[in-house]
């Protein structure tokens, strides 16, 4: 038996990337695994296959984070599915990139619409069916933290808002025994952020180790907060940077 038997699992944005190597640990610890996309079906559909080859149930939902009634219908096909929910892990994002002054405010609603609110909305969907010992895992980003160069104002406000939602969160749902946190990654190889990039040198020297995370190093935090050892941590961020932050 291993950590996560006999759990229920949700990772939005979970075709790709960070997401997907969370859903991949999930299910390698014992979890079914429900992942949502919003375009890359047929890499929702390889990551439920790689679920399924663990032993494992898997399904993925189409969700649009930025359409809250797709957000909180993919909670409720999940559990439907799967046959309950045990961990949400919001982990959907987009990375706007641009000079400030050129910022639109559609740009700015979208952003804080498929960071902010749909991480709200998926917890209050989720909650009913996580009582008793259930866990949200939120993914944001240590540019939260420490923002070093221009053009992210947008995106480090949008993902700075899941610490105040995290913890909110810890003391709405503590007395429901459902523990909530954030995990915030660095520079991780990833399509959105890949490690060859040319930017990628300038990047790795910021950190204290000189070097990229891999998608699995973020998810091994996750995999902890969600099983065993993280039944006493609540209402923390968790910076998973290789000393940027530092």
């Given amino acids: 038996m291993t950590a996560l038997t006999g759990r229920v699992a949700l990772v939005t944005g979970g075709s790709r990337g960070i997401g997907a190597a969370i859903a991949r640990r999930l299910a390698r610890e014992g979890a079914d695994v429900a992942v949502t996309y919003a375009r890359s079906a047929d890499r929702a559909r390889a990551v439920v296959a790689e679920i399924e080859d663990a032993g494992r149930r898997g399904t993925a939902i189409a969700a649009d984070a930025a359409d809250p009634t797709a957000v909180t219908d993919a909670v409720e096909r999940a559990v439907d599915r799967l046959g309950g929910l045990d961990i949400l892990v919001n982990n959907a994002g987009i990375a706007p990139y641009g000079p400030f002054e050129d ?5 700015i609603d979208h952003a804080l619409a498929v960071h902010a609110r749909a991480a709200f909305i998926a917890a209050q969907a989720a ?3 996580l009582e008793g010992g259930g866990r949200i895992i939120g993914i944001g980003s240590n540019l939260a933290e420490r923002l070093p160069y221009p053009g992210w104002t947008l995106y480090a406000m949008s993902k700075s808002a899941l610490t105040g939602l995290t913890k909110g969160l810890a003391r709405d749902l503590g007395p429901r025994g459902i523990t909530v946190n954030l995990v915030q990654p660095g520079s991780t190889d990833t399509e959105m952020n890949p490690a060859d990039a040319p930017e990628a040198d300038a990047e790795r020297a910021l950190t204290a180790l000189g070097r990229y995370a891999e998608a699995e190093e973020i998810a091994a935090t ?3 907060l969600a099983g065993p050892g993280g039944a006493y941590i609540t209402g923390t961020a968790i910076t998973v940077d290789g000393g940027f932050a530092a």
């Fill in 222 to 224: 996750v995999a902890h």
């Fill in 127 to 129: 909650a009913p069916h």
């Fill in 103 to 107: 910022v639109t405010v559609e740009e």
